[in-house]
């Protein structure tokens, strides 16, 4: 069954760095796209990234881009989202998901990332 | 990229029908048939309820259908029960440089 469990968050002051990291499991990793959305404590869904199977092509929201970058390492199966110059804002929970081919759509939990001095 | 407009909350008795609607571009929603919804629970990752406008993955119930108009899509609950309460999502793909852009939600209250 695919599995994706994400880690690295926690608290960060403003300006500062953290990196997010997602395992998967369950499926062929290399072979599948895969996406960075996140949740504002109490606000909706905002799509942050998405980085194709190979990692040839890469897309970002503007409210990101330029401070964060996606990566994968198909070796280890694990995606990851570099995020430099937090702000305020950027405080949410960081869900990874797999979401092609449709519709077999799957999320992980999420990590809590809370930038606050 | 703005978000795609939905009305912050709907409400229904059980058994009757709601419709949440979701307003885009011709760069987005109008533009691809690619809209989803999502349906979340509090605490919960979301959970795909239609794809490619109006497909229902398998396990969804029926009671759940989608469309479009132009900018503007739509999803439809029907028979309205009690776990149905949850927040809303649409989501489009965007020609913009971006790929993808969600919906403000909306919060579905069964009274």
């Known amino acids: 069954q695919v599995q994706l469990v994400e880690s690295g968050g926690g608290v960060v002051q403003p300006g500062g760095s953290l990196r997010l990291s997602c395992a998967a499991s369950?499926?062929?990793?290399?072979?599948?796209?895969m996406h960075w959305v996140r949740q504002a404590p109490g606000k909706g869904l905002e799509w942050v990234a998405f980085?194709?199977?190979?990692?040839?092509?890469?897309y970002y929201a503007d409210s990101v881009k330029g401070r964060f970058t996606i990566s994968r390492d198909n070796s280890k199966n694990t995606l990851y989202l570099q995020m430099n110059s937090l702000r305020a804002e950027d405080t949410a929970v960081y869900y990874c998901?797999?979401?092609?081919?449709?519709?077999?759509?799957?999320w992980g939990q999420g990590t809590l990332v809370t930038v606050s001095s | 990229q703005s978000a795609l407009t939905q009305p912050a909350s709907v409400s229904g008795s059980p058994g009757q029908s709601i419709t949440i609607s979701c307003t885009g571009t011709?760069?987005?929603?109008?533009?691809?048939?690619?809209v989803s919804w999502y349906q979340q629970h509090p605490g919960k990752a979301p959970k795909l309820m239609i794809y490619?406008?109006?497909n229902r993955p398998s396990g969804v119930s029926n009671r759940f259908s989608g469309s479009k108009s132009g900018n503007t899509a739509s999803l439809t609950i029907s028979g309205l029960q009690a776990e149905d309460e949850a927040d809303y999502y649409c989501?489009?793909?965007?020609?913009?440089?971006?790929?993808?852009?969600f919906g403000g939600g909306t919060k579905l209250t069964v009274l």
């Open positions: 490619d406008v109006s």
């Open positions: 989501s489009s793909y965007t020609s913009s440089s971006t790929l993808e852009v």
């Open positions: 369950g499926f062929t990793f290399s072979s599948y796209g």
């Open positions: 011709s760069s987005d929603v109008g533009g691809y048939n690619y």
């Open positions: 998901a797999k979401r092609d081919p449709r519709p077999n759509d799957y």
């Open positions: 980085i194709r199977y190979d990692g040839s092509n890469k």
